[in-house]
């Protein structure tokens, strides 16, 4: 559908402008006046206008739940929407201006603040979206938006404990390589004048070392180009969206993370389910919704076929209890939750049931992989000054 950029002039004297898809610039002018606005004109934008806020820089996660929830306040406080939009883009950086006037040139184009923030999908969840739309529609907007707001934040903090708990380790590993590598091209060449004396009498350990160090001493710059070629590759690959959940499903099998991983993903769908349905959205639309948060196709295959037996009259309980998308203790506490007509109240408790475990389990994880870590880094540094020093000790014996 083409897009239209208009300015037009409220009754208050104000003008607005912003962009909007109509059929026909006819289609503009007759929107702009049911919203009491005199038009002053309507043109076709550039192609992509539109969406240039999703080819920029996005804003932070955490700079767009400061500012729903500061919305949520402007908008309790009987601001009305467009007002608290523009209040927030007042006061803000460059990426939350940008969205937060998106928003209001959409809104004032007389599309609802769903349908706006259904045009920044990188931005806003689907879910989220789908929430906003029930709260419009039930009246109910603030309590909404506190509830997306409190959502977000529980998800920012158990991101971030899950990020420290796989950046410690790799910041040992990283470490480890980067003394390694500083030993192999620095360090031992300065020793290799010496160990030449000794020849074919070097033990196997302090032979490997200097073989090392000579290659990569000879090859430095095809070894770095190597790496920086293998980590663009890696970063190609883990790009795409089908990489990365295959990646994740092959990880949620190793012994010790497949308990956290399991974790993981049941928090998260049981608390959107409670979180859409607790929202006024109904059961099959937040079933449609959880197939955008399950990103293996044996996970949505599973919401399909729970979709459709819901929408066949079976109960959702029933049809959740024959796949494996949950645990069955979560199902249970599901079926309670359905028999007695609180479903949301229940997925709530459920939701965080299975996140005090999962904080348990990474506890657990980080516990056992920061020793590890240590030990292999350990591991890797003494062999190789035991080397050069088991060298260096039969030079001495040499000379005696």
Same mark, same amino acid.
């Given at each position: 559908m083409p897009q239209f950029r208009y300015r037009a002039v409220t009754s208050a004297g104000e003008v607005v402008s912003g962009e909007v898809e109509a059929p026909t610039r006819e289609e503009v002018l007759r929107r702009i006046e049911y919203l009491g606005h005199m038009p002053i004109e309507a043109?076709?934008?550039?192609?992509?206008?539109?969406?240039?806020?999703?080819?920029?820089?996005?804003?932070?996660?955490?700079?767009?739940?400061?500012?729903?929830?500061?919305?949520?306040?402007?908008?309790?406080?009987? $601001?009305? $929407?467009?007002?608290?939009?523009?209040?927030?883009?007042?006061?803000?950086?460059?990426?939350?201006?940008?969205?937060?006037?998106?928003?209001?040139?959409?809104?004032?184009?007389?599309?609802?603040?769903?349908?706006?923030?259904?045009?920044?999908?990188?931005?806003?969840? /689907?879910?989220?979206?789908?929430?906003?739309?029930?709260g419009e529609a039930s009246g109910r907007l603030e309590p909404v938006l506190r509830a997306i707001v409190e959502d977000r934040a529980r998800k920012e903090l158990l991101g971030e404990r899950i990020n420290s708990a796989i950046r410690y380790p790799l910041f040992l590993i990283g470490s480890?390589?980067?003394? $390694?590598?500083?030993?192999?091209?620095?360090?031992?060449?300065?020793?290799? /004048?010496?160990?030449?004396?000794?020849?074919?009498?070097?033990?196997?350990?302090?032979?490997?070392?200097?073989?090392?160090?000579?290659? $990569?001493?000879?090859?430095?710059?095809?070894?770095?180009?190597?790496?920086?070629?293998?980590?663009?590759?890696?970063?190609?690959?883990?790009?795409?969206?089908?990489?990365r959940v295959r990646s994740i499903a092959v990880l949620a099998r190793a012994p010790g993370v497949a308990g956290p991983m399991r974790d993981a993903r049941t928090t998260r769908l049981v608390s959107a389910l409670g979180l859409l349905v607790g929202n006024g959205v109904p059961l099959p639309t937040a079933l449609k919704i959880l197939r955008d948060i399950v990103a293996d196709p044996g996970g949505i295959a599973a919401i399909d076929k729970v979709l459709a037996q819901v929408r066949s009259g079976r109960r959702f309980a029933e049809a959740l209890a024959e796949t494996d998308l949950l645990p069955s203790l979560a199902v249970r506490m599901l079926r309670v939750g359905e028999e007695t007509g609180d479903l949301a109240s229940i997925a709530a408790h459920a939701a965080q049931f299975y996140e005090h475990r999962l904080n348990l389990g990474l506890d657990r994880l980080m516990g056992a992989i920061g020793p590890i870590a240590i030990i292999f880094v350990s591991v890797i540094v003494g062999a190789l000054v035991v080397s050069i020093m088991s060298a260096l000790l039969s030079i001495t014996e040499l000379a005696l």
């Open positions: 043109e076709l934008a550039a192609k992509g206008r539109l969406t240039a806020l999703s080819g920029g820089v996005q804003p932070p996660p955490r700079d767009v739940t400061i500012f729903l929830r500061q919305l949520a306040l402007l908008i309790g406080s009987r $601001l009305t $929407l467009e007002a608290g939009l523009q209040t927030l883009a007042e006061d803000a950086s460059k990426p939350m201006m940008r969205f937060a006037e998106a928003l209001r040139a959409t809104i004032s184009a007389g599309d609802s603040f769903a349908e706006a923030l259904e045009r920044h999908p990188a931005i806003i969840e /689907p879910a989220y979206v789908a929430m906003v739309r029930a480890a390589v980067l003394i $390694l590598f500083f030993f192999l091209v620095y360090v031992v060449p300065q020793f290799e /004048p010496v160990f030449k004396d000794i020849g074919d009498r070097l033990n196997g350990g302090a032979a490997f070392v200097l073989a090392a160090s000579a290659w $990569l001493h000879a090859n430095l710059y095809s070894f770095l180009a190597g790496c920086a070629a293998s980590a663009f590759f890696l970063w190609l690959i883990f790009s795409r969206k089908e990489a």
